[in-house]
T-cell receptor, first 113, second 116 residues
């Protein structure tokens, strides 16, 4: 099975600042998912990327999957306190659309007003 | 709201006991996956059920077992509980796997299990 490494492990930013979270895989990524989790709660789906070079945006969050499909980044523009939480990347471990995901350990984001 | 519910919210058990956790999937979702999330870690895939049959399993021992019912509900059973089983247990429902769909799986809020 593949492993996903997220960096940084934690991040503290001032409100209004931009930030980037990275997710690197030991193998080619078939499907890469980004989720957000409030402490001790369920995961909220943000975006899914499948194709090399793909980029998706929703509100102030943009996610990219590099051409070689082994790394993804999540970029937040003009961060707000509502962006605080744990960001998790997950990858299909048994082929695209298997829904059997391997997750990284998460990046804890704090936004200071 | 994801339309996926789990019960109970919290549970405390002692080592050696057995526990059953329940999940109600989104209507129409015939695939359910269960994950274990230890404190400070990402979720780990336990197993997946598709149309009431086990459809894939992660690196978990046989004392972790499951059931899926035709009414979009499912169960996770853990026998002979160990201290390391203390974790947040998440279920996630989705459409048929391997269809090439760009949809995702939708997670429930989780059950927090503490083993003493």
């Amino acid at each position: 099975s593949q492993e996903l490494e997220q960096s940084p492990q934690s991040l503290i930013v001032q409100e209004g600042k931009n930030l980037t979270i990275n997710c690197t895989s030991s193998k080619t990524l078939y499907g890469l998912y980004w989720y957000k989790q409030k402490y001790g709660e369920g995961l909220i789906f943000l975006m899914m990327l499948q194709k090399g070079g793909e980029e998706k945006s929703h509100e102030k969050i943009t996610a990219k999957l590099d051409e070689k499909k082994q790394q993804s980044s999540l970029h937040i523009t003009a961060s707000q306190p509502s962006h605080a939480g744990i960001y998790l990347c997950g990858a299909d471990d048994s082929g695209a659309g298997s829904y059997q995901l391997t997750f990284g350990k998460g990046t804890k984001l704090s936004v200071i007003p | 709201e994801t339309g996926v519910t789990q019960s109970p919210t919290h549970l405390i058990k002692t080592r050696g006991q057995q526990v059953t956790l329940r999940c109600s999937s989104q209507s129409g979702h015939n695939t359910v996956s269960w994950y274990q999330q230890a404190l400070g870690q990402g979720p780990q895939f336990i197993f997946q059920y598709y149309r009431e049959e086990e459809n894939g399993r992660g690196n978990f021992p046989p004392r972790f077992s499951g059931l899926q019912f035709p009414n979009y509900s499912s169960e996770l059973n853990v026998n002979a509980l160990e201290l390391d089983d203390s974790a947040l247990y998440l279920c996630a429902s989705s459409l048929d796997p391997w269809t090439g769909s760009t949809d995702t799986q939708y997670f429930g809020p989780g059950t927090r299990l503490t083993v003493l």
